[in-house]
């Protein structure tokens, strides 16, 4: 929703490229995940995040609660990274907000 | 990756039907919590539970759902007569605690007629 913004909405890659998707906080977060929805449905739990950055892979997050913002890289775009990607803030407690994601899609 | 299990993976009903749902938290997971997605858009929060107990809940679950957890290792989320705006897909998660990393089941997509 309008609490956690994310950018692009759509974005299309060819593989081999490199590129990074960005969350926006109206929120003051205190943890991030991101999450890959694949095709079938199902979210795949990719980084969970206090301020700092994470590497796994391809994939590399960064969380910056100073300047409310996380941006997840994608190194090498692969087919299997197609999907909707979601960025959930944790504003402290117990209750994730989500973002309205970004909807990826590789093509060879 | 997380063994969340949600059944049945397809449900349809007809509307004014009864609809139910189940969950099977990741074991030694203490927080449980629904979403429902429309159209593959954000996850909208619908209850959480904490050791079994509902914590919160927003107004549309308090007047037409019914969601129990009555054991760690089995919850539930029912609609007592189902509308055509409940088509979607309900996703429950759990986590070891609060706060702490969610880990989503597939899914139960849900179509009303």
């Known amino acids: 929703g309008d609490k956690v913004k994310q950018s692009p909405s759509a974005l299309s890659l060819q593989e081999g490229t490199n590129s990074a998707l960005r969350c926006n906080f109206s929120?003051?977060?205190?943890?991030v995940q991101w999450f890959l929805q694949n095709p079938r449905g199902s979210l795949i739990n990719l980084f969970y995040?206090?301020?700092g950055t994470k590497e796994n892979g391809r994939l590399k997050s960064t969380f910056n609660s100073k300047e409310s913002y996380s941006t997840l890289h994608i190194r090498d775009a692969q087919l299997e990274d197609s999907g909707t990607y979601f960025c959930a803030a944790e504003p402290g407690g117990y209750k994730v907000v989500f973002g309205s994601g970004t909807r990826l899609l590789v093509s060879p | 990756d997380a063994a969340v299990t949600q059944k049945p993976r397809y449900l349809i009903k007809m509307k004014g039907q009864e609809a139910e749902m189940k969950c099977i938290p990741e074991?030694?997971?203490?927080?449980v919590f629904w979403y429902q997605q429309k159209q593959s858009k954000e996850l909208k929060f619908l209850i959480y539970?904490?050791?079994?107990?509902?914590?919160?809940q927003i107004d549309m679950v308090k007047e037409r759902f019914s969601a129990v957890c009555p054991s760690s290792s089995l919850c539930s989320l029912g609609i007592r007569t189902c509308e055509a705006e409940d088509s979607a897909l309900y996703l429950c998660?759990?986590?070891?605690?609060?706060?702490?990393?969610?880990?989503f089941g597939h899914g139960t997509k849900l179509s009303v007629l």
């Open positions: 539970f904490q050791n079994q107990q509902p914590l919160d």
């Open positions: 929120i003051a977060a205190t943890t």
């Open positions: 995040l206090v301020p």
């Open positions: 074991k030694g997971h203490t927080a």
């Open positions: 998660s759990s986590s070891p605690r609060q706060p702490e990393r969610l880990f």
